[in-house]
Nanobody, 127 residues
Framework: DVQLQASGGGLVQPGGSLRLSCVVSGRSVGGVAIGWFRQAPGKEREGVSCISSTNTYYTDSVKGRFTISSDNAKNTVYLQMNSLKPEDTAVYYC??????????????????????WGKGTLVTVSS
């Protein structure tokens, strides 16, 4: 049984940084694709980033600002978020992708494909 635990959210000023963590149990992060998603109030959940053994993905709005990485020894996936903007404010979730690699994260309903979810962590970017 796969379990994910996301953490690291908080309140940060525009231009600031946060690092989100997704601790995975029950599966090795080296053998599974992990996606980061976010959902702002009143909006659909969207794919932000993904990492697998073969590729990574970033949505256009975070390219150059966010970096996804994994630590196999800690079985944890990280999302380093720099130069944060108010529009990055959302609840962030991590999930396992049964596809096994990162594809179609720019599709509106890609989140429906994910098979295990962690509880979200709130990121608020505000002055």
């Amino acid at each position: 049984d796969v379990q994910l635990q996301a953490s690291g959210g908080g309140l940060v000023q525009p231009g600031g940084s946060l690092r989100l963590s997704c601790v995975v149990s029950g599966r090795s992060v080296g053998g599974v694709a992990i996606g980061w998603f976010r959902q702002a109030p009143g909006k659909e959940r969207e794919g932000v980033s993904c990492i697998s053994s073969t590729n990574t993905y970033y949505t256009d709005s975070v390219k150059g600002r966010f970096t996804i990485s994994s630590d196999n020894a800690k079985n944890t996936v990280y999302l380093q978020m720099n130069s944060l903007k108010p529009e990055d404010t959302a609840v962030y979730y991590c999930a396992t992708d049964p596809l096994g690699f990162c594809r179609d994260y720019d599709s509106a309903y890609v989140y429906l494909r994910m098979d295990s979810w962690g509880k979200g962590t709130l990121v608020t970017v505000s002055s």
